[in-house]
């Protein structure tokens, strides 16, 4: 192929490629989705770890409430990454699992226990709220009270 029909078929093709425009959650919105999750939890006397990803389940930040037991600093974080990975609540594969899909036990990168839901934006991910500490209801109440605020952000 001669190097002036190369350059004519690719340039087209270069004009036409655009970068996607996409928000990001920011640590502000990540400390005001968790401080709503941390309210929900002392309004119950609970304690609990607050986790809240980026689209790609890396840690924004982390809010671990005094008297918390120290595993669910790590399963608040691997609830928020299930959520990101998976584009669902936590327990959804709960659910799955409870009704006999023992399958998804299988799937890498998965923690299907409630706790962990994905921060939307339509249909794109921007994040997600993981929390543990409590009974799976309670960390789930927990998170979806993080995700409220969340749905107001702009």
Same mark, same amino acid.
């Given at each position: 192929?001669?190097?002036?029909?190369?350059?004519?078929?690719?340039?087209?093709?270069?004009?036409?490629? +655009?970068?996607?425009?996409?928000?990001?959650?920011?640590?502000?919105?990540?400390? +005001?989705?968790?401080?709503?999750?941390?309210?929900?939890?002392?309004?119950?006397?609970?304690?609990?770890?607050?986790?809240?990803?980026?689209?790609?389940?890396?840690?924004?930040?982390?809010?671990?409430?005094?008297?918390? +037991?120290?595993?669910?600093?790590?399963?608040?974080?691997?609830?928020?990454?299930?959520?990101?990975?998976?584009?669902? *609540?936590?327990?959804?594969?709960?659910?799955?699992?409870?009704?006999?899909?023992?399958?998804?036990?299988?799937? *890498?990168?998965?923690? *299907?226990?409630?706790?962990?839901?994905?921060?939307?934006?339509?249909?794109?991910?921007?994040?997600?709220?993981?929390?543990?500490?409590?009974?799976?209801? +309670?960390?789930?109440?927990?998170?979806?009270?993080?995700?409220?605020?969340?749905?107001?952000?702009?």
């Amino acid at each position: 192929m001669s190097k002036a029909l190369f350059v004519a078929v690719l340039i087209p093709l270069m004009a036409e490629a +655009q970068l996607a425009t996409k928000k990001a959650l920011t640590l502000e919105a990540a400390k +005001q989705i968790a401080a709503a999750a941390e309210a929900e939890a002392k309004k119950n006397n609970w304690t609990m770890v607050i986790a809240v990803v980026d689209d790609g389940g890396h840690l924004i930040y982390l809010e671990r409430m005094d008297s918390t +037991q120290i595993g669910s600093v790590e399963v608040a974080q691997e609830k928020a990454m299930t959520a990101v990975r998976f584009k669902r *609540p936590t327990k959804s594969l709960e659910d799955n699992i409870a009704s006999g899909r023992q399958a998804l036990l299988k799937l *890498p990168g998965a923690t *299907p226990i409630e706790g962990g839901l994905p921060i939307m934006n339509g249909s794109e991910v921007l994040g997600a709220i993981g929390v543990s500490g409590g009974t799976s209801p +309670q960390d789930g109440q927990v998170a979806a009270a993080g995700l409220a605020v969340a749905s107001k952000l702009k």
